[in-house]
């Protein structure tokens, strides 16, 4: 069985891959095994010269692996370069740090010596989404390697170049051979991968649906798993707000690339009395905003990762529109092969598609409040719980509403993103479990008490 890989910038086939066999499936889960073994008795010193070398590869590398980003995904140059740099960056980090993140630690007993003792616990199947094709990946990686894991990587379908390459630099660096083995497989392979015994624990980035499935399918073997799915985030401009600074976050938060973010800013509640004010200079913003070749520099927005996407975040516009979301600026599909331009939905209330999902690319939408108190309540009205920001100019206030908010990440007058020195994940339909800081990198071990009389 084949997958074909379509370049969403231009419609055209770019390559067609197959899908492997029980055959070689078994191969790949038979040398993680006999790596995890090789791997975990390596010290943490030599992991973590490999895995800055790692992070060297990415950077050497960086051009020919953006092409294939740009190719399989859309993703504009600049910010394929970017995440690339981000991924390195992760590298040096864990390869810094995890001495004092894995160390043992000290716990006062009535015993004579007691402590906790962090121990990798093998393979650790990830599934992964193609919206940050390398970021996604080395979020898992760079932590669970030098903890002591393998990995297994089944990448989303229409990026399985960004698998191999990921494979390829992990092999140029010098890491042992099956340290990170890739599977081209489908969904129901990869459910009976996570059945396998010798796959210790899950980790997935991407939809609840997905997740919902592969957290029960490892929740019935008793395998760890850690979950991070959908946002719909909130964006609160309150009265005091610095609408120049406001609107430049606004525009690179909901639009960066394509949209297509988890934490991307996506549901604006502005309040009412610069409410006016806020979405003049936000639609005068955002209609700067052009599509083009992502491979040229002079492009602002890249096109969607796909044309099923495209248009099923055309149908959530739609059916806004019709149960009376008022469409400020965009609103119709490009005649390119993804394209979908900038998008802002004005008075968007509760029961349209804008309001209760999630709008996984470049739509923005406005709900206007009468102040603070509605504000954080309509933030809260929402399954999801991964991120929020708050705008003012009181940052103490914008502190105390971002208490207020039922998400993993809040932040106050700044974008919300990921930063390996924070943990990430989400609350409420947002997933669970944490990925990134000290708590990443414990999440896929044996946590180990011992206690000596």
């Given at each position: 069985m084949s997958t074909r890989i379509i370049n969403p910038a231009n419609g055209q086939l770019a390559y067609s891959i197959e899908l492997m066999d029980a055959a070689a499936i078994e191969a790949v889960l038979a040398q993680s095994q006999r790596a995890f073994a090789q791997w975990s008795a390596h010290s943490l010193q030599h992991r973590g010269q490999l895995l800055r070398q790692v992070g060297h590869e990415l950077r050497e590398r960086k051009h020919d692996i953006q092409r294939i980003m740009t190719t399989e995904m859309g993703k504009l140059r600049k910010e394929a370069i970017a995440e690339i740099e981000k991924c390195a960056g992760a590298c040096d980090y864990y390869a810094d740090h995890a001495a004092e993140l894995l160390a043992d630690k000290a716990i006062a007993t009535d015993g004579s010596r007691s402590y906790v003792r962090y121990e990798p616990i093998g393979c650790v199947l990830a599934v992964m989404p193609w919206n940050f094709p390398l970021w996604q990946v080395f979020r898992f990686l760079a932590p669970a390697l030098?903890?002591?894991?393998?990995?297994?990587?089944?990448?989303?379908?229409?990026?399985?170049?960004?698998?191999?390459?990921?494979?390829?630099?992990?092999?140029?660096?010098?890491?042992?051979?099956?340290?990170?083995?890739?599977?081209?497989?489908?969904?129901?392979?990869?459910?009976?991968?996570?059945?396998?015994?010798?796959?210790?624990?899950?980790?997935?980035?991407?939809?609840?649906?997905?997740?919902?499935?592969?957290?029960?399918?490892?929740?019935?073997?008793?395998?760890?798993?850690?979950?991070?799915?959908?946002?719909?985030?909130?964006?609160?401009?309150?009265?005091?707000?610095?609408?120049?600074?406001?609107?430049?976050?606004?525009v690179a938060s909901r639009f960066g690339n394509a949209g297509q973010t988890c934490i991307a800013a996506k549901r604006f509640i502005v309040v009412e009395a610069i409410a006016d004010a806020f979405i003049e200079r936000f639609v005068a913003a955002a209609s700067r905003l052009r599509l083009g070749d992502p491979q040229d520099d002079a492009t602002s927005l890249a096109p969607m990762a796909r044309q099923d996407l495209r248009d099923e975040l055309h149908r959530q516009v739609l059916a806004s529109v019709e149960q009376g979301a008022v469409v400020l600026l965009g609103g119709q599909p490009d005649s390119s092969h993804a394209g979908y331009p900038a998008t802002i939905l004005d008075r968007v209330v509760p029961g349209m598609p804008a309001y209760e999902e999630e709008l996984f690319g470049p739509v923005a939408s406005l709900l206007r409040v009468a102040g603070e108190v509605e504000a954080?309540?309509?933030?809260?009205?929402?399954?999801?719980?991964l991120g929020g920001s708050v705008w003012t100019r009181d940052a103490a206030r914008g502190e105390r509403i971002a208490g207020q908010l039922q998400v993993g990440a809040a932040f106050v007058n700044a974008i919300v993103r990921s930063d390996v020195r924070l943990p990430f994940g989400g609350a409420k339909q947002s997933g669970f479990g944490r990925e990134l800081a000290e708590h990443g990198i414990h999440e896929f071990m044996n946590i180990k008490s011992v206690y000596v009389a």
């Open positions: 030098m903890a002591g894991n393998v990995a297994l990587l089944k990448h989303a379908s229409n990026v399985p170049h960004c698998a191999d390459v990921i494979a390829d630099v992990l092999r140029e660096a010098g890491l042992p051979p099956g340290v990170l083995g890739v599977l081209h497989i489908d969904n129901d392979q990869a459910a009976e991968v996570i059945r396998d015994p010798r796959v210790a624990a899950v980790t997935l980035t991407g939809s609840e649906r997905a997740g919902r499935s592969v957290a029960a399918n490892a929740g019935q073997q008793l395998k760890k798993s850690v979950m991070e799915l959908g946002g719909s985030d909130a964006f609160i401009v309150l009265e005091d707000a610095d609408l120049d600074s406001t609107v430049t976050a606004a954080v309540k309509v933030a809260n009205d929402t399954r999801f719980g």
